[in-house]
C-alpha cells in the first residue's frame, strides 16, 4: 500500500507540476487584460482628503522640501532635446554593447546577439527638484531629484542554431536622488574636470520583459527576484561609497587628477566569517579597490572549505587624492556557478592612514554602509589588513617619446652604473604611466575589433575593444 501511494505521489507531481506551469502561463502571460482604460486627469482641488494623502508620495520634492528648488526650466529644456538625446544615447549603448556580444558569439551555440530595436520612447525624464550642497572643498554637489516613467522599446534577439528569441524591454519606471559631485572647478571652460555620480539610497526601479510576446513579470515570483536582483547590482555598482566618475577635460588642460602616492595593501587573514556552503564552511577571497577608480579590482586567491583563511597576500593600488579617497574590502564566497555571495565588506579612509607608517586594521566585516540596516548587526567575521601608503615625489628626468631614441642615447655601462647606485639609496616608490595611442596597418582575417596588451613585470593590461 505505500508503494502505491508514492507511485501516486511521483505521477501527481510529475503531472500537476507542468500542467500548473501551462496553466498559468495562459492566465498571467499569454492572455492580456481587456478591460484596462486610459488614466484620469483632475485638478486637486476636486480631489478629497483621503485621496489627496493618497497621492503624496507623488508630490514633487521642491514642494514638501524648502531646500530642494524647483527646476521647470531645465524639464523644458530635457523635452526640447529628449529625440536628440534618444538617439545619442541609444547610439552610445549599441556602441558598448556590441564588444560585448562578439564575445559571445560562436560559444554556447550562439549564432547572433543584437539589437533588432533600441529606443528609450518619446517621454524624457523629469526632474522634481534639486538639493544644492555647500562645502569648503573645491567642488559642486548637487542631488536632483529623477523620475522616469518612459517608454522605450527596446528589443534584444538571440539567435540560436535554429531558434530565434527575442527579449523586449519596456514599460521602464525609474526613481532615483544620485548625488552628483563636478570636481575639481578650473578656470578652463567648462570648469570642472569630472564628474562623480553616487547614490545614497537604492533606486526604485520597475520594468516590463516580454519572451516570446509572453510579459514575464506577470509571473509573482520571478518579478520579486529580477526586481531584487536589479536592486542589488545597481547597489553594488553605485551606492556609495561606490562612485561613477566620468572625465570632461582631458589631461592636456589639467583637469585629469595625476598619481600622488603608493598604497600597500597586506590582505593577512579573515576570522569566524559566515558559513554560506551546504557543508558548513564557504570559499572566501577578498575583493579590494579604491572609491573613483575605474581600474579594475584586485582580489585574493580563493581559501577552500576555510571560514578563518589566511592569505598574506600583497597588492599595490595607485591613489589620486588622499584626502577623499576610501580603500573597499569585500569578501565573497566563490561558486563555481551563478554569483559569488557576498560574506561582508569594510571601507578605510586614507585619513587614517599617516605616510611611509605601515598600520595594521582588525575590521568587523558588515553588510552594507547603511548604519540604519538591521542586517549590519549579525557578526560577519573580521578582516586584518596591513596598510602603508607612500608618496609620490616629482621626477624631473621623465621622458616621452618613442624608446629606441632613449635607448640609443644611453649605453650599458651608464645603465649598470645608474642601477648600482639607484640600489645603494632607499627605494623610492614609483609609477609607470603608458598611454596606449592607437596603432596602424592591423590586418586580420578573422577578427575585427582589436585591443593591445601591455606588460610589465608579470602584471598584464588590456585596453578596451575597438570596433
Known amino acids: 500500500m505505500g508503494f502505491i501511494n508514492s507511485l501516486l505521489e511521483i505521477l501527481g507531481l510529475g503531472i500537476g507540476v507542468p500542467l500548473g506551469l501551462i496553466v498559468g502561463y495562459f492566465l498571467f502571460v499569454h492572455f492580456e487584460p481587456k478591460d484596462v482604460k486610459d488614466p484620469l486627469s483632475r485638478p486637486l482641488h476636486e480631489f478629497d482628503t483621503r485621496s489627496l494623502l493618497d497621492l503624496l508620495p507623488e508630490v514633487p520634492l521642491w514642494a514638501k522640501h524648502p531646500d530642494f528648488h524647483r527646476v521647470d526650466w531645465l524639464n523644458r529644456f530635457l523635452r526640447y532635446m529628449w529625440p536628440y538625446l534618444d538617439q545619442a544615447i541609444c547610439n552610445l549603448i549599441r556602441s558598448t554593447a556590441q564588444p560585448m556580444f562578439e564575445e559571445y558569439v560562436g560559444t554556447y551555440q550562439i549564432k547572433a546577439l ?22 569648503n572643498e573645491n567642488e559642486l554637489v548637487l542631488e536632483p531629484a529623477i523620475r522616469w516613467a518612459g517608454n522605450p522599446n527596446i528589443i534584444l534577439v538571440l539567435k540560436l542554431l535554429f531558434l530565434r528569441i527575442p527579449v523586449q524591454l519596456l514599460d521602464v519606471q525609474i526613481s532615483a536622488v544620485p548625488r552628483i559631485i563636478l570636481k575639481p572647478l578650473l578656470p578652463t571652460f567648462p570648469c570642472f574636470a569630472s564628474i562623480t555620480v553616487s547614490l545614497l539610497d537604492k533606486p526604485q526601479v ?39 566618475e566620468i572625465p570632461i577635460l ?51 586567491t580563493v581559501k577552500m572549505n576555510n571560514l578563518n583563511p589566511e592569505w598574506n597576500e600583497s597588492f ?112 623610492q616608490p614609483g609609477l609607470l604611466l603608458v598611454t596606449v595611442k592607437g596603432a596602424e596597418d592591423v590586418e586580420d582575417k578573422h577578427h575585427t575589433n582589436p585591443y593591445a596588451l601591455v606588460m610589465f613585470r608579470g602584471e598584464e593590461k588590456k585596453t578596451k575593444f575597438m570596433s
Open 114 to 135: 543584437e539589437f533588432e530595436k533600441l529606443s528609450l520612447g518619446t517621454l524624457p525624464p523629469a526632474i522634481h527638484g534639486v538639493k544644492v550642497h555647500e562645502t
Open 206 to 244: 520597475d520594468f516590463g520583459l516580454k519572451l516570446f510576446n509572453g510579459d514575464m513579470m506577470a509571473i509573482p515570483l520571478l518579478y520579486q527576484s529580477v526586481q531584487e536582483t536589479i536592486r542589488k547590482q545597481i547597489a553594488n555598482l553605485y551606492l556609495w561609497p561606490q562612485t561613477l
Open 250 to 300: 582631458d589631461g592636456s588642460a589639467g583637469a585629469t587628477k595625476k598619481p600622488v602616492g603608493i598604497l600597500h595593501v597586506k590582505v593577512i587573514r579573515a576570522r569566524k566569517l559566515l558559513k554560506m556552503d551546504l557543508l558548513g564552511t564557504s570559499d572566501p577571497y577578498v575583493q579590494l579597490s579604491l572609491s573613483g577608480e575605474k581600474l579594475p579590482s584586485k582580489r585574493t
Open 316 to 427: 599595490n593600488l595607485t591613489v589620486k587624492d588622499f584626502r577623499s579617497q576610501v580603500l573597499e574590502l569585500h569578501v565573497y564566497d566563490w561558486e563555481k556557478f551563478g554569483t559569488h555571495d557576498k560574506l561582508g565588506m569594510q571601507v578605510v579612509p586614507l585619513t587614517l592612514i599617516s605616510p611611509h607608517e605601515p598600520k595594521e586594521f582588525t575590521l568587523n566585516l558588515v553588510k552594507n554602509q547603511n548604519l540604519n540596516d538591521p542586517h549590519n548587526k549579525k557578526p560577519r567575521g573580521q578582516l586584518m589588513v596591513e596598510l602603508s601608503y607612500h608618496p609620490l615625489r616629482e621626477d624631473s628626468h621623465g621622458f616621452s617619446g618613442p624608446l629606441e631614441r632613449h635607448e640609443s642615447q644611453i649605453s650599458e655601462s651608464e645603465v649598470l652604473e645608474k642601477t648600482n647606485e639607484e640600489a645603494s639609496h632607499n627605494c
